[in-house]
């Protein structure tokens, strides 16, 4: 599947041709550089593998530098595997920018969500809590209740939900409609939010029809 690599910028919001307010995010996506082309020959698969972003050289292992070498470039911050669905022929040291996307295409967005910390049930799950708020009830309104195993098996079931670390985790929204490109900027508005904060890095993805 084509894609690139990304940064989000921030929320705006832009108007449709009917008047209505649309909320969008701003990403910057790109420019990538191919860092490696898998083949069905050499690795069983067709993948172009990009790397997004500088960093420095004594911050790279000698065997990610060698690799990055190879290709002509130099340290990457972030190496991320597409399997290959791109238009055109690519090899190592090429550059993919924001113009593989075109406005209306679909594209689905992975991010890391913000981290939330340890959090309570009300918070992470939507629960109610407890009872009322009278009849001395003083401190219950957000507790998880019964776990429902107090005699038999005397034990917590895998997967109850539970008080734990919210947020902080890779999410995937699919189906967002490219709104703008600004190639000039290597900027890409999309309909709607995406995960993470600003800042963060994305991974955008492009929907074959």
Known sequence: MAGIIGKKIGMT???SVEGKNIPCTVIEAGPCVVTQVKTKETDGYDALQLGYGEKKEKNTSKAEY?????AGTTPKRHLVEFRNNFEGEY???DTINVDIFHENDYVDVIGVTKGKGFQGVVKR???????DSTH???NRERAPG???ASSY?????KGMRMA????????????LLVIKIIPESNLIVVKGSVPGAKGSNLIIRKQWK
């Open 136 to 138: 001395g009830q003083h």
């Open 13 to 15: 919001s832009v108007f």
């Open 91 to 93: 090899k190592p040291g």
């Open 125 to 131: 799950y939507n629960f109610r809590g407890v009872g």
């Open 66 to 70: 060698g690799h990055l070498k190879k």
């Open 146 to 148: 019964s776990l429902g």
């Open 164 to 175: 734990g670390r919210h947020g902080g985790k890779a999410e995937t929204i699919e189906n």
């Open 153 to 157: 098996p005397s034990r917590v079931f």
